[in-house]
């Protein structure tokens, strides 16, 4: 407080007419201590650090996000319209919405449990450190490598070409009928990288990585007496993990499950690279109506990205609804 | 007769042994705490006792059934940890029953168990709460209560009551002690807290570095410590190095003052230290009574009594006497002249 006073004090000398109204001599007098500080208490001060967040926020979601909402119900010209919604009844966009869901519940699904498995060997199975930290260290690369390189990095593998798939041609595998499979072309047994097969394979290797990432600390955070406590009142393993550990986890796991979805959900880059754009996903739709070539209508995909956020927020009131019972015991 | 027994147990985490040749034999109803600094290996035990541990050698028996590598589920032992371990995600009533659910007991049977453990803690009112919504205090009754429910054949706490406050670790104390005397539970208490050990033992298992230092009931730990570390650990204790003058009457002198050790045992030549409690000392001379002066060094006031700390020929000793309203305390640098009886000090060796 005493500062803000000797810098006003020290203006009024430099700054003459800044001293206008003001008496030195009285300045000078020691004031009385807070006086001027109730500006520095108004709750206001407290939101000063989130302004920045805000900011982006405002710039980055809101602005977009209305400007996506308007453009929805608008025509080229400027228009007011319901038209564009009309996308919903082609039947290729519903598909699109389907095929969308499926490879983000699988990928949801499959990089979950895997993903979880993983996080319970590092959290539980006391690995060596080094191999925590690395563990780690790859999810945290790999949670966050998608797009073109990650395609290409499949391709490479497990391409038609890739050096995976000329492997496996080396390798004999023992048929259902016992005979010897040699070569095994996985490609001449259904398999194709560019099918959805091939797609929730790619996702999956961004989609687990992301559940250890954050389910790990749930995990690490179950109390070793817990279990033992369970064991001592004559709880199997099974019986521990069925009536305590998965329970204190739940909202943990419908957290993590819903940041896959959503972020299989809203994936493009990868599917586009891989797939060309065969795999009808609603963000490559969304994307081939914005590219601006001439066939593109962006009002169309304005809609049905709109329809994006819709289902997205259906997911998080679900999930909110499940969240709020499972976690009942932890509400104060 | 023996209701549990430790025999040559051993335990080593790589080359650190933590516990070394443990042997104890438990009889029924008895309640033993095992009292010692951290890391004296008396975790460890209670751990083995409950199987969370295996013993790198030596067997556990209960009721003449060898349980050494019987796992923890198949034991039927009641434990309550430090922390109580709750499970958060149930109810008071859910986590005292649960042992019950585990072993299909009916819902009736259940809940009427439930309830008289309930009434046992006196929390009848709390059944539907969570954890979270009970103090420390609250949580350690139920998971008390969690631990009883199933019928023990053996109770075993892991230092219980150090995370809850002064007051409440004095209640708590005595409901422990009421429930296993109202049950007849044989019980081992870990704690290392010597008060708690002194007040609520029946026996106490001193321990030091994995190994026992001396078994038995409170009088004997603390009237007759069997080695210098129990005469340290427990207690407040003044060992004074002297010589011995003659080892047939206990005759000893502290550089020029002769003084009468009224117990002393077999002398081996090794270094001696006469031990006495600063509560058997007096102030004044006494001719029948083992008199010396010294320089008073410090006054401390502990509540109802006052410690006063002497230097005597260079060595320090302290005394405890009564915060009377008649008390007169002594000056720092005063001379002072101090008498404890024959019967009340003894002659030990100075350990390693």
Redesign the interface.
């Known amino acids: 407080m005493g500062r803000f006073s000797s810098i006003r004090v020290l203006l009024c000398f430099a700054v003459p007419p800044r001293c206008k109204g003001t008496n030195v001599a009285m300045s000078t007098s020691p004031p009385p201590r807070y006086r001027n500080n109730a500006w520095r208490e108004h709750p206001l001060w407290n939101w000063v650090g989130l302004v920045p967040f805000f900011l982006f926020i405002f710039l980055f979601l809101i602005i977009p996000s209305l400007n996506l909402f308007t453009g929805a119900f608008v025509t080229n010209k400027g228009l007011f319209t319901l038209e564009n919604l009309s996308v919903f009844r082609n039947p290729l966009v519903l598909k699109a919405y389907m095929t969308s869901l499926q490879v983000s519940l699988l990928t949801a699904v499959i990089g979950g449990l895997f993903g979880f498995f993983v996080a319970a060997a590092v959290a539980l199975g006391h690995p060596p450190r080094w191999m925590r930290s690395l563990i780690m260290t790859f999810s945290g690369l790999a949670a966050n490598f998608g797009g073109v390189p990650l395609a290409f990095a499949f391709i490479a593998t497990l391409g038609r070409t890739g050096f995976v798939t000329a492997l496996l041609k080396e390798v004999c595998f023992a048929g259902p009928d016992g005979t010897q499979i040699c070569p095994f072309n996985p490609y001449d047994h259904g398999f194709s990288l560019y099918s959805l097969t091939g797609l929730v394979l790619a996702y999956t290797y961004f989609q687990f990585p992301l559940m250890v990432l954050t389910i790990t600390p749930a995990l690490e955070g179950m ?1 070793k ?2 279990r ?9 393993t099974w ?1 521990y993990w069925r ?2 550990a998965l ?2 986890l739940t909202p943990s796991i419908l957290g993590a499950s819903i940041l896959l979805f959503g972020n299989a959900f809203g994936a493009y880059a990868t599917a586009q690279a891989l797939t060309g754009g065969s795999i009808p996903l609603v963000t490559i739709f969304v994307g081939q109506q914005i590219r601006g070539d001439v066939l593109g209508n962006p009002h169309e995909g304005y809609a049905m990205a709109i329809g994006m956020v819709v289902v997205m927020a259906i997911t998080i009131v679900a999930y909110s609804m499940l969240q709020r019972q499972a976690s009942r ?2 509400k ?1 | 007769m023996t209701h549990l027994e430790l025999s040559h147990i051993r335990k080593a985490f790589g080359p650190a042994v933590v516990v070394e040749d443990f042997n104890l034999a438990v009889t029924q109803g008895e309640f033993i705490s095992f009292l010692g600094p951290s890391g004296c290996g008396k975790t460890t035990t209670l751990r083995m006792i ?3 541990e295996l013993p790198t050698a030596g067997t556990i028996t209960i009721d003449s059934t060898d349980l050494t590598n019987t ?4 034991r ?4 309550v ?1 430090q ?1 109580y ?6 109810t008071v009533a859910h986590n005292v029953g ?2 019950l659910k ?2 299909s007991k009916s819902k009736t049977e259940m809940m009427q168990r439930v309830h008289e453990m309930l009434a046992l803690i006196q929390m009848e009112e709390f059944a539907q709460r ?1 954890p ?1 919504q009970l103090s420390g205090g609250q949580q350690q009754r139920v ?1 008390l209560a ?2 009883l429910a ?1 019928r023990p054949k053996l109770l075993l706490l892991d230092e219980p009551l150090s995370a809850l406050d002064a007051k409440i670790r004095l209640e708590l104390r005595h409901e422990i002690r009421r429930i296993q005397r109202q049950l007849g539970l044989t019980t081992i208490y870990v704690t290392h807290d010597q008060e708690e050990a002194l007040s609520l033992s029946d026996r106490i298992v001193v321990m030091s570095k994995g190994k026992i230092e001396q078994v038995g009931t409170p009088t004997e730990i603390y009237n007759a410590p069997a080695t210098e570390f129990v005469a340290r650990f427990v207690g407040h204790i003044n060992l004074l190095p002297v010589t011995v003058l003659n080892p047939a009457n206990g005759v000893v002198s502290l550089g020029r003052q002769t003084l009468r050790a009224g117990r002393f045992g077999q002398l081996n030549g090794r270094p001696v230290q006469l031990a006495v409690r600063p509560e058997e000392i007096n102030l004044g001379a006494k001719p029948d009574a083992n008199t010396l002066n010294g320089e008073v060094e410090s006054v401390t006031y502990l509540g109802s009594i006052v410690r006063i700390g002497l230097r005597i020929e260079h060595h320090p000793l302290s005394l405890d006497v009564f915060n009377e309203h008649t008390l007169k305390l002594p000056r720092i640098s005063e001379t002072l002249a101090i008498h404890f009886p024959v019967d009340a000090c003894w002659l030990m060796e100075k350990s390693d």
């Open positions: 109390r007496e817990w033992e406590a369970a064991a001592n009142l004559g709880a199997s019986q009536d305590i329970p204190v015991w932890m104060v | 409950a199987g969370f796992p923890p589920n198949k039927n032992v009641g434990m940890f922390s371990a709750l499970f958060p995600n149930m649960y042992g585990i072993t969570y979270f998971a969690r631990a199933i």
